[in-house]
Each structure stands twice: as structure tokens, then as C-alpha cells.
């Protein structure tokens, strides 16, 4: 087999959301296997929010990447060369493969290995990866739903919003979708159970009294700044802010102001929380089954929006950005 | 008895922190008492730092003080008349007496009885009223303090955060102290068992990494804005921000501006809930024992600040939002 491995490097470093310009595809040689490492050919790679994270030059949950080095990103791959008794030729696995034909890693790389029999390969990046453990983790660890409550989820159609808000839905609550168009707001409704939705560019406010009449209990915040900001000051007494991403707010630097939420928080006994799936690793398996059974079942509804090729990852992300999107945005590499 | 009550009414509604000339000494006579009802005579009147929230035209916990109406406030009374079994003769009580020498209310006014034997009478406003109350149970229930950990305290020496300094502190934490003068400080590490403190005129994020090397686990929030933003950007992973009080913010319209704190409680997963004592009023009577015998065995201490007569509670008011207060305000009125 050629060593020779296509990657998508790191070319500079960008300040708030990353361009295609960022990122340039090379070629470089794959070394020899040493002991205890595995070579992953990967099958899809994963293209998330998260990722400006990991390449701006903020304090953030990971030391960010280096100008030079592959781009950070999930993937799925099958183990094409082992050195690692646990991880035979042929297995599949979900981890930090980057945005490259070839990993060659360790298995403190991996997260989750793939069972193909649970649900299609794709899924396990999505419905199963950290988009579907996060909707249900972060939704029921942070949010806590009862039923008859209403539960406000932004970027709703996004790759977590649209399954925390079916989650929502089975959870019994009245699920309210905050998106940027009319045709996302009526696919929330059509496929994945919102009750209503809200288009942000109408005034928030104004909005959530209409389609919200009883206030707001738990708030699912993909967005951060303007929509939270108005999310916020319709929420119930004891209501609950999951912070789980802020993909509204372009840049961080200069830090971006914003009306003071202090006030809102005392007075509507609001508990607001952060939530980053890596610090669950231990209940992945547990809760990607439960998830796999839900869509075994037809109760869950996964859509995800694949492309071709390993040269069509960063402007991928660039339109995960611009919210043009339709489901979990997934790159296929020919296996 | 003469019939003829002196009260402080409020005289015109302030926007922001209430002054003197927002209230006005007045006479007027008092109702016969109907069935169930009682006539209380106060002994100390409360000077809390909420009492601002109850006169603001702004949406809170409670609708707001009408003018004309007597000044909301807590008070130490006895029943002087009572037309209710419950509430016999000589009784004293804690509740909503407001700022006046006599109150002609019915029991859902009272918020405890009080107990003469568990503590001084005026204890029973600060220690055992809503500040320590409130020290208590938000430093446990939001705060959860474990050993080892650092706990910052802002208002530090304040009626609230001079009790929450030693709780934290018998919870085995380094505890400091965030205050506006060196004089505030030293009294916060002799008095109240804080282990350093910071003058908030200083830098927050260099002073903080001085006095917080290992950074800070709880943050009890009695003033938010800027300091509140300092606090958290110092923040471990996983801490606890309990948003007990907004006394920095001198007015809250228009909307007062700061720096968006969405990506700190993400990535720091900080969990960050508000606190109102009047939810728990289920548990006042159990925490009060506790708090009692603390102080009865020397390991509690709460200083007051009393002045004498009800025409001195406005400014006194003006006085605790100023920081000018050496312990729990109260004004003590001739039995």
C-alpha cells in the first residue's frame, strides 16, 4: 500500500470563524507503525462548531492547533494496520482522526469504537458521535425536562438542535425551535416534532411571547449573544440555560458586550450551565444505545448532508457556519 | 394605647439606588384589628440591600412598593393585640412589618417566630434572618463547597458575606474576600476567618491570581458587573457561581453593558444559578438552629451596625449602598 496520505493542514491562523483560505490540502508520507499504534483509513470525517474553537487562539477546552499541522476533527475509520492487540484489521472506530485520508494515532485517539450492526457507519458521527450524545446528555443532565414544560432550542435544525428537540418532543415538553429561515423553521416542525418555531431575525422578544405564552423553562443555547440575550428574559421562574455553543458570536477578541444578565438570573432563579461532551467519555456507549434504539424504532430522525472528497472539508465548514447545512454535515472519503 | 403610628412612607419612586428624599416620615392612625389579624410592635427594622428592588418600577420577585405606600421592609416585632390564637400577646416575630413603629398585619406577614432563648433578639433579623438564612443555604445548595477549594466572596464584609466567609471557611475552603477598602479587608481576615482579600479598585484578574493561585471553585456573587466579570474569568473548571445579589449595578435601565460571559461558562463549565431566600422558607427554622448553635459555640460571629430611631432608616439605606455599614444594619426602635 502507498504511505503517501492526503491532509488538509492548518495554513494560518484565523481570528473568529475559519475561511477556506485557512486550510490547504497536502500530501505527506505516513510513517511505519510502532508499537502499540494502529492506521485508521478514514470513511467520513466529521466537520462540527466546535472546530473554530480548536483553531483560534483562545483559552478554550484544548490547546489549539498548530499553523502546519492536520486540522483536528472526528472521524470514522477502519483499523487498516495494527499494532495494538485490542484493535484488530478491520474494526471501525470514532475518534480524532483529523481531516485526512490516514491516522496513524494511538488508542487514547479514539472515543467510541463502531458497531456497524447498531446503526449505518455515518451515524455513528452523528446520531451516535458527539452531536447525538450531546443533545441527549446536555438536555437531560442540565435541562431536566418535565413534562408540560417549554423547552427553546437554537439552531435548532443544526446537527444537535434537531435531535435535542425530538428528544424534547418524547420528553413530553411543548418544543419551541429558534432558526434563521422559514424553510429550516417549517423542516423543525415537519421533521423532527418542534411545536413552533421562531425566525431570529424577527425581534426575540416579541417572538417568544407569541409562540411561547408560558414563558420558557429550560433553554437549549447552541447561539449565544442576541438570541439568548432575548431567550433569556422569557424564561420562567427555576428555569434552566444549557450552554452548549455560541456559534453566533463571530470572534471573541475583542471580547463582544452584551446587555448584563446578572439581574435576569437572580430574579427568575435561572441555574445556567455549560456543557462540553468530552467530559462524559464514560456514558458514551450507554447513551448511543439508547439513542440507536430511539431510531431503530422510528422515533428518532437523523438527516445528514454528506459530501464527497477530502478537498471539500473546509468550505464545508464554512457553511456550517453560514448555517447552509441540511443535517449533520459529513465529508465521505472513497474507502 | 394611642392609636397614632409614625412610618416611613415611600414619597416618589426612584430610578436605581433609592435616597433620603424618596421617603417621607408620616403619621397616621391605626385600623381596629379584624378577625385573624394582629398588631405588632416593631423593635428593629431590616436595612437590606433588596429593599431597592422593592421600590424600582422593574419586574422582580415581588410587585413594587406603591408610593404612599409604607416602606417594605423586615422587621423584629411583638404582638401587642392579637385577634389570632396562634399568635398570642408578647410573641415576637420576624416578618414584613415594614418601616414603621407598628404593623397591623395577618400571619402570612411573618416569615419566623422568633425564639428569644436561641439568640439575641436583633440575631434574629441578621444571623438567623434572611443574611444568614441566605449565606447558608445558597453557599450549600448552589455552592457546594468541598474541601481544599477556594471560595471568593464579594460584599465580602457585608451582613451576607461576613457569615458566608465563615461557613466556607468551616467547610475546610481558602476563602477570599473581594472589598472595597484595605479597612473592609483586614476586618474580613481578623474577623470573619477569610484567608486573604482583594480591594476591588485594584486590577481583579492580576489581583485575583495573587491572592487565588490554584484559581477559584465558588464564586458567591453579591455585586456582579465588573467584579463579577473578573471572578470568572479566574474560574476552574466545573465551579460554582451563586448570583446572590447585583449591588454594583446602580441602575438596571437602560440595560447595563459587559462582556459577553457565554464562552466562560462553556468552556469553564461553570454552572451559574440565582438565589432568592424567600423560596426556601420550608427550611428557615432548621437552618436557623444550626446557625444558632455555630454562634452559641463560638464559631459564628455576626457583627450589626444599629442605629436608633425610625427616622433614621432612609439614610441608613443610602449608608449599606454605600458600603458605609460595619456589620448587619439595623434601626432599633424604643419598646
Given at each position: 500500500?502507498?504511505?503517501?496520505?492526503?491532509?488538509?493542514?492548518?495554513?494560518?491562523?484565523?481570528?473568529?470563524?475559519?475561511?477556506?483560505?485557512?486550510?490547504?490540502?497536502?500530501?505527506?508520507?505516513?510513517?511505519?507503525?510502532?508499537?502499540?499504534?494502529?492506521?485508521?483509513?478514514?470513511v467520513?470525517?466529521?466537520?462540527?462548531?466546535?472546530?473554530?474553537?480548536?483553531?483560534?487562539?483562545?483559552?478554550?477546552?484544548?490547546?489549539?492547533?498548530?499553523?502546519?499541522?492536520?486540522?483536528?476533527?472526528?472521524?470514522?475509520?477502519?483499523?487498516?494496520?495494527s499494532?495494538?492487540?485490542?484493535?484488530?484489521?478491520?474494526?471501525?472506530?470514532?475518534?480524532?482522526?483529523g481531516?485526512?485520508e490516514?491516522?496513524?494515532?494511538?488508542?487514547?485517539?479514539?472515543?467510541?469504537?463502531?458497531?456497524?450492526?447498531?446503526a449505518?457507519?455515518?451515524?455513528?458521527?452523528?446520531?451516535?458521535?458527539?452531536?447525538?450524545?450531546?443533545?441527549?446528555?446536555?438536555?437531560?443532565?442540565?435541562?431536566?425536562?418535565?413534562?408540560?414544560?417549554?423547552?427553546?432550542?437554537?439552531?435548532?435544525?443544526?446537527?444537535?438542535?434537531?435531535?435535542?428537540?425530538?428528544?424534547?418532543?418524547?420528553?413530553?415538553?411543548?418544543?419551541?425551535?429558534?432558526?434563521?429561515?422559514?424553510?429550516?423553521?417549517?423542516?423543525?416542525?415537519?421533521?423532527?416534532?418542534?411545536?413552533?418555531?421562531?425566525d431570529?431575525?424577527?425581534?426575540?422578544?416579541?417572538?417568544?411571547?407569541?409562540?411561547?405564552?408560558?414563558?420558557v423553562?429550560?433553554?437549549?443555547?447552541?447561539?449565544?449573544?442576541?438570541?439568548?440575550?432575548?431567550?433569556?428574559?422569557?424564561?420562567?421562574?427555576?428555569?434552566?440555560?444549557?450552554?452548549?455553543?455560541?456559534?453566533?458570536?463571530?470572534?471573541?477578541v475583542?471580547?463582544?458586550?452584551?446587555?448584563?444578565?446578572?439581574?435576569?438570573?437572580?430574579?427568575?432563579?435561572?441555574?445556567?450551565?455549560g456543557?462540553?461532551?468530552?467530559?462524559?467519555a464514560?456514558r458514551?456507549?450507554?447513551?448511543?444505545?439508547?439513542?440507536?434504539?430511539?431510531?431503530?424504532?422510528?422515533?428518532?430522525?437523523?438527516?445528514?448532508?454528506?459530501e464527497?472528497?477530502?478537498?471539500?472539508?473546509?468550505?464545508?465548514l464554512?457553511?456550517?457556519?453560514?448555517?447552509?447545512?441540511?443535517?449533520?454535515?459529513?465529508?465521505?472519503?472513497?474507502?
Amino acid at each position: 500500500m502507498s504511505r503517501s496520505n492526503r491532509r488538509i493542514i492548518l495554513a494560518s491562523r484565523p481570528v473568529g470563524i475559519p475561511q477556506a483560505r485557512h486550510f490547504e490540502l497536502t500530501t505527506a508520507e505516513l510513517p511505519a507503525l510502532a508499537d502499540g499504534e494502529l492506521l485508521v483509513e478514514n470513511v467520513y470525517l466529521s466537520v462540527d462548531p466546535a472546530q473554530r474553537g480548536y483553531v483560534n487562539d483562545e483559552d478554550n477546552y484544548a490547546p489549539p492547533v498548530a499553523v502546519g499541522a492536520v486540522m483536528r476533527a472526528l472521524a470514522i475509520g477502519r483499523v487498516a494496520e495494527s499494532q495494538h492487540d485490542a484493535y484488530p484489521v478491520g474494526d471501525y472506530l470514532y475518534g480524532w482522526f483529523g481531516w485526512q485520508e490516514r491516522c496513524v494515532c494511538r488508542p487514547d485517539a479514539v472515543l467510541r469504537r463502531v458497531d456497524p450492526r447498531q446503526a449505518s457507519l455515518s451515524a455513528a458521527a452523528g446520531l451516535l458521535g458527539i452531536n447525538g450524545l450531546t443533545a441527549w446528555m446536555a438536555l437531560h443532565d442540565i435541562g431536566r425536562p418535565r413534562s408540560g414544560e417549554t423547552v427553546v432550542i437554537s439552531a435548532a435544525a443544526g446537527a444537535v438542535g434537531a435531535l435535542a428537540g425530538q428528544l424534547a418532543h418524547l420528553a413530553g415538553c411543548r418544543v419551541v425551535a429558534v432558526v434563521g429561515s422559514d424553510d429550516k423553521g417549517r423542516r423543525c416542525v415537519a421533521d423532527y416534532r418542534y411545536d413552533a418555531y421562531l425566525d431570529y431575525h424577527q425581534h426575540i422578544g416579541d417572538g417568544l411571547r407569541r409562540v411561547c405564552p408560558e414563558g420558557v423553562d429550560v433553554y437549549f443555547d447552541n447561539v449565544g449573544g442576541d438570541i439568548a440575550d432575548g431567550v433569556i428574559r422569557q424564561m420562567n421562574r427555576d428555569g434552566r440555560v444549557i450552554q452548549c455553543g455560541t456559534i453566533s458570536i463571530p470572534c471573541w477578541v475583542p471580547p463582544p458586550q452584551g446587555p448584563r444578565n446578572e439581574r435576569e438570573i437572580l430574579t427568575r432563579r435561572l441555574r445556567m450551565q455549560g456543557f462540553v461532551i468530552f467530559d462524559h467519555a464514560a456514558r458514551y456507549d450507554a447513551v448511543a444505545a439508547e439513542l440507536a434504539a430511539l431510531a431503530a424504532s422510528g422515533k428518532l430522525r437523523c438527516d445528514e448532508d454528506i459530501e464527497q472528497g477530502l478537498e471539500r472539508a473546509p468550505q464545508a465548514l464554512v457553511d456550517v457556519y453560514a448555517g447552509r447545512n441540511t443535517g449533520k454535515k459529513l465529508i465521505q472519503l472513497p474507502l
